[in-house]
């Protein structure tokens, strides 16, 4: 027992674990300007997941016309239906760009030398608050996205109808708020699977290529250490029970999902990789420990929208694990 408990010891050491406080930080002076910053975009992120939570669609309406081409009355209101959407959807596609920025801002403050990863998360815990707010978000969008197969088709409808050019009159103030530059981005944005964890894949690669003095390791420990701290945080009864809150452990769980993610796409060789700075099986475990209903969307997650598991060097026991 003394030597189980000493190999568990020391596999818990192997990986940074400490609270961080995801219900309570506050940022401190030195936190305080990016925290304004950041805070500022997401702000609107809850108001956005409601309103895509609640996007329906023009189904019915673009059937209608599709079925009835020479009804000029059934264009129009398919047209007039979609229309307002579109402009829904170039709100959300905006705020992609915003979180963009937003991440890159909090990569720059928690990397930045003299301090190591695990020292910046651990210091400043309001900034690594944010970060795990963007990564909550990002998931719960693409997971409702994914759901909703009418954003695909109400856009397609639409840039389908633009180049058509057959009521041109109607196409003017629409053109003003979507031109086609902006549809063409919209486009290439809806296309993904998890758009918003594609932005911050590609925004997170383009710090590193921009930072070259920076060591990739910076970028990819401050990734791995937030997945560690967050695994050990739920696995650990005396930190789970700081939590006064059920649905911090769930955003404790989506986050951890989304860093890996993440690091998978970013980092050479992935998460799943022997040489990994991640305890993919831990990870997987305390997932695993949850009521199924909670958690499959992100073992969904893990399996469909990582980069590396089904790579060579991931070991079977991880692949069965995730079947």
């Known amino acids: 027992m003394g030597n189980l408990l000493k190999v568990l010891t020391r596999e818990i050491e192997n990986y940074p674990h400490f609270f961080l406080d995801f219900e309570n930080a506050q940022p401190t002076d030195g936190e305080r ?53 579109v402009v829904r959807l170039k709100r959300f596609y905006e705020f992609s760009l915003r979180l963009e920025k937003a991440l890159q801002s909090l990569l720059e403050s928690l990397t930045c030398p003299p ?32 759901r909703n197969p009418a954003i695909q ?25 979507v031109n086609n530059e902006m549809a063409n981005r919209m486009s290439l944005f809806y296309a993904e699977a998890t758009p918003m964890l594609k932005t911050l894949s590609n925004a997170t690669t383009y710090f590193v290529s921009e930072n070259k003095t920076l060591p990739i390791e910076n970028t990819t420990d401050c990734l791995s250490t937030m ?7 739920l696995e650990t009864p005396e930190y789970r029970s700081r939590f006064t809150s059920e649905k911090t452990l769930m955003f404790c769980m989506r986050v951890m999902v989304g860093v890996i993610i993440l690091y998978d796409h970013v980092h050479p060789v992935g998460a799943f990789s022997k040489t990994s700075k991640i305890d993919m099986k831990g990870c997987i475990k305390v997932l695993k420990e949850q009521p199924p ?25 991880i692949r069965a694990m995730l079947q």
């Open 153 to 177: 088709n109400d856009f397609s409808y639409y840039r389908r109808t633009i180049n058509r050019n057959r009521i041109n009159n109607m196409h003017i103030d629409i053109e003003n708020e």
């Open 115 to 146: 301090y190591t990863p695990i020292q910046h998360l651990e210091r400043e815990q309001a900034l690594a608050k944010e970060f795990a707010e963007i990564l909550h978000f990002t998931l719960r969008f693409d997971e409702l996205k994914m």
């Open 227 to 233: 997945a560690s701290v967050c695994k050990v945080m």
């Open 293 to 317: 209903d909670a958690v499959e969307g992100l073992l969904n997650a893990l399996r469909f929208t990582t980069k590396h598991l089904n790579d060579e060097s991931t070991s079977k026991q």
């Open 33 to 85: 300007e990016v925290w304004n910053q950041i805070s500022a975009v997401l702000q609107d992120s809850e108001s956005l997941l409601a309103d895509l939570q609640a996007y329906k669609g023009a189904g019915q309406e673009i059937r209608d016309a599709i079925q009835n081409p020479n009804d000029v009355q059934l264009q129009e209101k398919a047209w007039n239906s979609v229309c307002p959407l």
